[in-house]
């Protein structure tokens, strides 16, 4: 799909008053986030390719370090506050989830999750949201458990806490000290991203340019 | 990720931080571990932090412990969802039961200030009639205490917190006027009270705790919408800005970064507590003890702190010492629709209906409801999407490019009291070698009927809106109350109506925890409401020599 | 016929302040229109209505002998033609949103008041102008006494009250000097009416009305104020000079007093 919110990037804000100084450190931190050598390389193939198919990268933007960050999380095994009685810690549920997939891609597909084509990738992801799954694997892994409460929130959670996704979603992004003006519907300040065919006279990637 | 959490203790050395500088100090007093305090208070959110103000202005010499930091907003708070996780209490828990709860963000906060610090600032008074409900409405239990008190002292806590709320409010009996006047309305609102128009249920503007004018040093509302992640202007009344730099003036001590692990007890009283700061275990002396660590910290503590005086921990003489957890329903309707909302601008909840909270025809269960117009973040909306709406792929990330069309009202619904729903202690230990709570829940069939009733009512109104794809989302939660009841009786309740223990005259319990019944409404202002009252109470008591 | 060096004095005021109306009516919904996106074209016709406003009550200010063309007439005429216009779709705006006429809307929707001001400057910049031409009478109302000019001025100022006040309680009056625009002008506004039905001139509404412009002054002041203590200052101008108190807001007081002023000149003179 075309780009809604086209020459948009809430990067443009980084020095205006939209942003704070610990939000500029935040954020920077969290770009130059790269994958942590935690688990082994073929699990974290694994789960580049899982990140890739849940989360795909924004066309023609900034690329989003996703799995890099899920990697930090895990290898911190840093919880989210809660834990299901019949989930293991972070790490060890990461560990046993890849696993999982990754046998449940050879069950299914003769060949390790990382090596299938994105149609065969899809399907196994598929039979993940069903709890439809064979592999023996999943005996130790409740596997609905591992997709509500372990893949979905940390790679979605990975994935939208980058800039770059922000600004595909037209976004206003970080907004301090300066938050906005105009709350009501169809109106935008001069710093908030105008969408592609939004009725106005002056194209959106124009107003764009300027939206900082 | 989260940066490093604050790691080392910032109100120490007879100074504290001042929230409205960076880099800003206030004075505060400070009492040794060996000298008895008049009040030890653990935890400072909405029932500890109030209570400490109260008391220490009443002259008590006050000590309130909290385990997370001590915060300066306008230089430690970002505009970002994951860099705020820090204000959350993410330790373990365990959760189970067929309905087990998603703890953290939602729900507990680890801050001085409590959760406060990032609730999304919604400030309703409890229906008078949901302070009885057995006697008026035929289920639940009573509350040992009327609603006419009760609002009374919602007006002091409003006026406090410079609530910012309709000049008129539409349901129940006549209230003063807010402090400030109700914030301007979102383009979300609007569609909640266009929904509303249309199928003729009166709605308003939400009261909410966030400036809608100057206040001493802070600054009216902004409307960056990051509400719920912890106000970065100030304009936010969390209890960290508003009860707490009063408490310091009054003398009152808060002790950040201090984890409390046990109540010791001799003699059938209470003599201080144990308590983690700086990873040194330290004993505080005190008179009294307050236990205000919420719905799962609260029974946790005194569940830790069994002896063999207390085999099954302090003030457990009933046995309901973790019984009756309460959430609060928290479904929604979605869709989408033509006009730009971008939901992300202002606090989430501008507009809001009661009248499911007043209305009892019509019903196949007990409880009310409130429905609130809404405005997640993207993390948040993302993970509504894929997890309630079973989205991944190119469709998530397309319907999120849609988030700007996109239209939701959520409710917050009663739940009644069930034995069965409770807060234990598992076996596992955390990382100070206390036990971990297990947090048990199942959804009840009234719990089921009441979600259904609301998220068609919700559907209709989006519908009446002309929203199109519309969907239900169907599990969530928020809030969380009960498991130490007050009452009239000691063998069904833990406290009585002043929140001290029926078993330990010299311990009391001051949280959500106290709740005999939760309505339909957000509890923070009826937390504050009781910590308020319960300081009038101990005051009284003292003039008399009861204490 | 030669006007005497009081009427003079006299004209000199009200187009003067009919002006600094103006002036206050075009910094406020210049600023106003443009948080409003100009989502409705008609939103540029107050800019200039009160622009020209401006420009023909300066020119009879500085020159209240000079006769002449039709301009400062159309100008006038279409001041006041946009504020009733305005007022109209002011009033649409406020009843059209989710609750109707209620506070909220009054408070956050397009404010009823401000389009009277350009009905105000509108109305004082014709009179200044058929005085300095000399005509004693518009219509069956006789202009020289004065008494025309100050009933205007008394009403308009009990308008600018009630905008004041209506804004100041969305604001909970926060601030105590909150309460001065809505307790000394309409003192004024009351004392000028009681002058121009009794047709005296009392000196204690010389001196209101002069307190009333300095109040109008010192709002800016306080209202820029205002604006640097939200979040951001003026660092963050560009949010809290359209979300704070209207800087250019208050000078419509010192507009009216100052016209007020003028028309206690004509009265004195006449009696």
Known sequence: MADRFPDYDVLKKRDTPSWNDKTREAVEKRIATTESDTLTEPLRAVLRKLVDRIVPQPEQRAPVNAAAQVLEKIAANRGDGFRNARMPQVREAWERGLKAIDAEARERHGAGFAALNDASADDVIRALQNGDVKASEWQNLPVDLFWNDRLIPDIVSAYYAYPSAWSAMGFGGPASPRGYVRLQANRRDPWEAAERKDGHLIPAGERNLHAK | MPSEFQAEPRAINGRAPDVFTPDGWVPMRGHADDKEVDFLIVGTGAGGGTLACKLAEAGFSVVAMDAGPYWRPLQDFASDETEQQKLYWTDERIVDGDNPITMGANNSGKSVGGSTVHFAMVSLRMRPEHFATRTKLGYGVDWPICWEEMWKYYDEVEKTLKIAGPVRYPWGPKRGRYPMRAHPMNAAAEYLARGAEALGIDWTETPIATLSAPHGKAHPCVYRGFCVTGCSTNAKQSVLVSWLPRALKAGAEIRDLSMVGRIETKNGRCTGVHYVREGEWRFQRARHVVVAGYAIETPRLLLNSASDAFPDGLANSSGLVGKNLMVQLNQAAWGQVADEVRSYKGPPSLAISEHWNYADMGKDYFGGWSYMSQGPLPISWAKTLAGGHGLWGQALIDEMARNNHSVGLKMVGEVLPDERNRVTLADETDQYGLRIPRITFSHSENDKAMMNHAVDFMDRSLAATGATERWKEMSDTCHLNGTARMGNDPATSVVDADCRSWDIPNLWVCDGSVFPTVGGVNPSLTIQAVACRTADRIKALAARGEL | ?271
Do not use: C
Not at chain 3, 11 to 39: N, P, Q, W
């Open chain 3, 1 to 271: 016929m030669a006007a005497s060096r009081i009427d003079i004095v006299a004209t000199r005021l009200i187009a003067g302040g009919a002006a600094m109306l103006a002036s206050s009516v075009l910094a406020d919904s210049g600023l106003e229109h443009y948080r409003g996106s100009f989502a409705n074209p008609t939103m540029v016709l107050p800019l200039g209505s009160a622009a020209l406003s401006i420009a023909v009550n300066a020119r009879r200010s500085g020159k209240p002998e000079s006769g002449g063309s039709e301009a400062p007439t159309i100008s006038h005429v279409a001041s006041t033609a946009v504020g009733l216009i305005g007022l109209g779709f002011h009033v649409y705006n406020v009843t059209k949103r989710p609750g109707g006429l209620t506070f909220t809307n009054l408070f956050y929707g397009a404010p009823v008041g401000a389009p009277a001001s350009l009905v105000l400057s509108g109305m004082l910049g014709g009179i200044a102008d058929r005085l300095s031409k000399g005509e004693e009478e518009l219509g069956p109302i006789g202009l020289t006494s004065g008494r025309a000019v100050g009933g205007v001025v008394s009403v308009g100022i009990l308008g600018t009250v009630g905008e004041a006040a209506l804004l100041h309680f969305r604001g909970a009056y926060h601030d105590p000097f909150m309460w001065l625009p809505v307790t000394l002008p309409p003192i004024a506004a009351i004392s000028l009416g009681r002058d121009v039905i009794e047709d005296t001139v009392r000196p204690a509404t010389t001196v209101l009305l002069a307190a009333t412009a300095v109040v109008g002054i010192l709002g800016v002041g306080f209202h820029a104020y205002g604006v640097a203590r939200n979040m951001g200052g003026f660092r963050n101008w560009r949010q809290n000079i359209l979300a704070g108190p209207p800087i250019p807001a208050p000078p419509a007081f010192t507009g009216l007093a100052i016209a007020g002023l003028g028309a206690l000149l004509l009265m004195k003179a006449r009696r």
